[in-house]
């Protein structure tokens, strides 16, 4: 996929911050933290957790990985998007694993630093250069460890190696020779050159905090924002809570209500994803309607979206005469 070429429709994901852009073919160098710069891995189990729920949501949104690191306070990843923007993929992969981790650690609370760091690349200048910089994460740790023999990052798949999430190495590997083998040879030639380098500040040197590459290319990310999205659908909510109370078989003003019980999560999860995704009405309206902060909101947005169910969404759009053609 070639950014550059793409005409795929952009959304901006919004927040207190900068707006995220997303469009099919956008390359993303992520930075996941550890709340309060905590560690998010206790053991090699939990790792391993984590790399399961990389490859879960890489098959389900059919993204790229290019590249990725476990640290033991943070991680960096290197994904193009395909038809899902980055947003549904990241909230998938650190909910589902913060719930694991929380379950299996009889833990509470918010595992990850509240906004992962997404950097928005010009592909044909950044890729291999950050693959290098992600691989080399092990060896910049105040007590290095040698990058050749890390088991957590994606290296290892770069020399042919087995690895638990399928990373797209061809693409990297044919920058440097048409043959696999002189490819994996000429590749880590380049990977021990940069042995020495440290942290690299110029990959944080982004502008307006989100993109990194040039000025033709924020020009070009500027002109694809300019395209319009496709409306939402027109349905109100309180149509929307009469459908969801009606599937669920409890009442509407209970779905709405001040009951933190958790048996309420379910139905009320279901609703905020279809107003959210559906309808496109905002985290903040949505926590005014059910008397919740917006925090609350997304995450029970990121708790359905984690395991949809999509014979429930067939259900209500009967419910409701909406056509399935309707909805993405």
């Known amino acids: 996929m ?59 949104y059919r993204c790229v990985v290019y590249a990725y690191v476990l640290m033991s306070n943070h991680v960096h990843l290197l994904i193009e998007t395909g038809a899902v923007g980055l947003s549904k993929i990241m909230q998938g992969i650190q909910f589902s694993y913060t719930q694991r981790y929380n379950r299996r650690h009889r833990a509470v609370g918010h595992l990850f630093q509240g906004r992962y760091k997404a950097i928005l690349c010009d592909r044909d200048a950044y890729r291999v250069e950050l693959v290098r910089y992600i691989h080399l994460n092990p060896a910049r740790m105040k007590h290095p460890q040698d990058p050749w023999k890390y088991r957590w990052s994606s290296h290892r798949a770069y020399m042919g190696e087995g690895s638990a999430v399928k990373v ?12 696999k083998r002189a490819a994996r040879r000429e590749y880590l030639g380049f990977m021990k050159e940069g042995l020495g380098q440290g942290h690299v500040d110029r990959f944080y040197q982004t502008i307006e905090q989100r993109f990194l590459g040039d000025e033709r290319f924020v020009d070009q990310l500027e002109k694809k924002k300019k395209e319009p999205e496709p409306p939402k659908l027109k349905v109100k909510f309180s149509r929307l809570v009469e459908g969801v109370a009606a599937l669920y078989g409890i009442e509407a003003e209970r779905l709405v209500g001040a009951e933190r019980k958790r048996g309420w999560v379910g139905p009320r999860s279901f609703l905020v994803y279809v107003a959210r995704e559906w309808c496109g009405i905002k985290a903040r309206v949505l926590a005014e309607h059910l008397n919740r902060d917006a925090s609350m909101v997304s995450r029970l947005h990121a708790a359905y979206a984690a395991a949809r169910d999509k014979r429930s969404e067939s259900e209500l759009q009967r419910l409701l005469s909406i056509k399935s053609t309707t909805l993405a």
């Open 168 to 179: 797209q190495t061809d693409a990297v590997l044919k920058q440097f020779a048409s043959s």
């Open 2 to 60: 070639d950014a550059g070429r793409n005409t795929a429709r952009i959304t901006t994901v919004c927040g207190n911050l900068k707006s995220r852009v997303e469009f099919e073919g956008a390359l993303y160098h992520v930075i996941a933290r550890g709340n309060h710069r905590r560690d998010i891995f206790r053991d090699e189990a939990d790792r391993a957790t984590y790399l399961e729920r990389i490859e879960h949501y890489r098959e389900r």
